[in-house]
Nanobody
Framework: QVQLVESGGGLVQAGGSLQLSCAAS????????MAWYRQAPGKQRELVGR???????DYADSVKGRFTISRDNAKNTVYLQMNSLKPEDTAVYYC????????????????WGRGTQVTVSS
């Protein structure tokens, strides 16, 4: 099976920066899309940003210009650089790997990490 492990969350003051990392491990042949989602207390999980295997990216309007998503395909790792953080960015951030082809399967699968807490103080 495939495991996604996030790291890099924590507490930061408004205006500060954090970088999240998510490494996927297992019998992976390829990953089409790697993405970051977040869920704040009492709110639905929302897409923060995603990056396709070819490198194209997509962001939520609320983070455009502040967050940058990147990936290292050789390491099956995705990063989220978060700058100019705001208190409203406080949430649990989840990594997702979508369209994952395993080494010995023709099907594709989606996987989620367990999440990492990001707290931005005012």
């Amino acid at each position: 099976q495939v495991q996604l492990v996030e790291s890099g969350g924590g507490l930061v003051q408004a205006g500060g920066s954090l970088q999240l990392s998510c490494a996927a491990s297992g019998s992976i042949f390829s990953i089409n899309t790697m993405a970051w989602y977040r869920q704040a207390p009492g709110k639905q999980r929302e897409l923060v940003g995603r990056i396709i295997s070819g490198g194209s990216t997509d962001y939520a309007d609320s983070v455009k210009g502040r967050f940058t998503i990147s990936r290292d395909n050789a390491k099956n790792t995705v990063y989220l650089q978060m700058n100019s953080l705001k208190p409203e960015d406080t949430a649990v951030y989840y990594c997702a790997a979508q369209g994952v082809k395993l080494s010995h399967s023709v099907r594709t699968y989606d996987y989620w990490g367990r999440g990492t807490q990001v707290t931005v103080s005012s």
